[in-house]
């Protein structure tokens, strides 16, 4: 369990360490007084400071969404015969109200935009549905090759979080592909192989080598698409512009696009990602059947959805409403002893 206070004293240690280390002096006596300085209580960092919050409002598990028909009931077979807590998506465990909200507005394909606060479970508000959609579509006999869903976000930092995510959820479903595109990205599976194993290594120290349905390379990408493409907004132009990269768009057959951190799209990068996403609709030949997912802690209240809706249309060129925007519910919690 992660000890906050351990935590940010660790932070303030490196934080510290990166200053010495980028402006060092030659002069031993004043770099120690340096070093002193900083580490004085309140100079650098101050707290930490907790935050306390009602909780969210509840709504249905997975397992309720299976019975009622809103969610494939291959979702109990996709982590494998793992104990139910041990599941990145916990089929008892109840989601929270938004969570649930986001599931049934992409069931009838609505463009959304959800605005709740930081640990509030904003990633699954669209990966849920998107697996959803592709554990029908297999339902279906119609999960073949062609991306399905792009992930965009605006720093490689938080793309590779959710490749963890992924890997995690689908570590036991070779059936769902995924991959990331950037810059990282290596051209052949060799390259990618060692570059992995150089990154991600097992508790012994050893180098662990990608999932059967983990697409690591540039050539393999293009070759045979993943269902669910991760990537920043930067690369995704570039994959626009050049040739044998535009191949991952072969035979797409996008139903998602989503767009984390939306409220970074502001200004000249917003422009640019606008007409980015109306080129790729433009080049995919189902546009018409994208769903839009945004996601930000900080797009405002209520009094701010005029301006959301706006904003989102504009980036997306496509349809919202007021409806369309999620936001997270809290209530008070309930003790036992009514006193308290």
Same mark, same amino acid.
Not at 75 to 80: M, P, Q, S
Not at 152 to 155: E, G, N, W
């Given at each position: ?18 200053? &010495?280390?980028?402006f060092q ?12 300085e900083?580490?004085?209580?309140? $100079?650098?960092a ?7 919050s009602?909780?969210f @409002?509840? #709504? ?14 291959l979702?109990? #077979?996709?982590? #494998?015969d793992?104990?139910?807590?041990? +599941? ?7 989601? %929270?109200?938004?969570q649930?909200?986001?599931v049934? =507005?992409?069931?009838?394909?609505h ?5 709740? #606060?930081?640990?509030?479970g +904003? ?9 959803n %959609?592709?554990? *029908?579509?297999?339902?279906q ?10 992930l965009?976000?605006?720093?490689n ?5 959710q490749? +963890?995510?992924l890997?995690a &959820?689908?570590?036991n479903y070779?059936?769902? &592909?995924?991959? @990331?595109?950037?810059?990282?990205t290596?051209?052949?599976d060799?390259?990618?192989i060692?570059?992995y194993? =150089?990154v %991600? =290594? ?12 983990? !697409? ?10 993943p269902?669910?493409? @991760?990537?920043? %907004?930067?690369?995704?132009e ?5 040739p ?5 768009f072969?035979?797409? =057959? $996008? ?19 606008? $007409? ?14 994208v @769903? ?11 009094d701010?959805?005029d301006?959301i809706?706006a904003?989102?249309?504009?980036l997306?060129?496509?349809s ?8 997270? +519910?809290?209530? *008070?919690? *309930?003790?036992?002893?009514?006193? !308290?």
């Open positions: 369990m992660l000890n906050p206070i351990e935590a940010s004293e660790q932070i303030k240690d490196e934080f510290i360490g990166y200053i &010495t280390t980028s002096m030659a002069d031993e006596d004043y770099s120690e007084q340096f070093r002193k900083l580490q004085r209580d309140g $100079l650098v101050k707290g930490p400071y907790l935050d306390v009602d909780p @409002v509840k #709504g249905k598990s997975l397992s309720s969404l299976i019975e009622e028909g809103v969610v494939s009931a979702f109990r #077979g996709l982590e #494998g793992i104990p139910d807590g041990e +599941k990145e998506l916990q089929l008892n465990r109840t989601l %929270y109200l938004h649930e909200e986001a049934r =507005k992409a069931n009838d394909n463009n959304m935009v959800v605005t709740t #606060g930081t640990g509030s +904003k990633t699954e508000c669209f990966t849920i549905p998107i697996i %959609y592709l554990l *029908k579509e297999k339902e006999g119609k999960l073949d090759d062609g991306v399905r869903a792009i965009i976000y605006p720093m930092a938080l793309a590779n979080d490749m +963890k995510r890997r &959820t689908l570590k070779p059936d769902i &592909t995924f991959g @990331v595109y950037n810059g990282d290596e051209p052949t060799a390259e990618g060692i570059s194993g =150089k %991600y =290594k097992d508790e012994n120290g050893n180098a662990l080598k990608p999932l059967p349905n983990e !697409i690591i390379s540039r050539k393999t990408m293009q070759e045979r698409p269902h669910i493409l @991760v990537t920043n %907004y930067a690369m995704l570039y994959m626009m512009l050049r044998k990269d535009d191949l991952v072969s035979g797409a =057959k $996008l139903h998602f696009l989503v767009l984390d951190e939306a409220h970074t799209y502001k200004g000249a990068t917003g422009m640019e990602t606008s $007409l980015l996403i109306r080129r790729l609709k433009a080049r995919i030949s189902n546009s018409n059947d @769903v839009h997912i945004l996601t930000s802690a900080t797009l405002g209240g209520k701010a959805d301006d809706i904003f989102a249309r504009t997306c060129a496509a919202f409403s007021s409806d369309d925007i999620i936001r997270s +519910k809290t209530e *008070k919690p *309930k003790f036992e002893n009514p006193e !308290i």
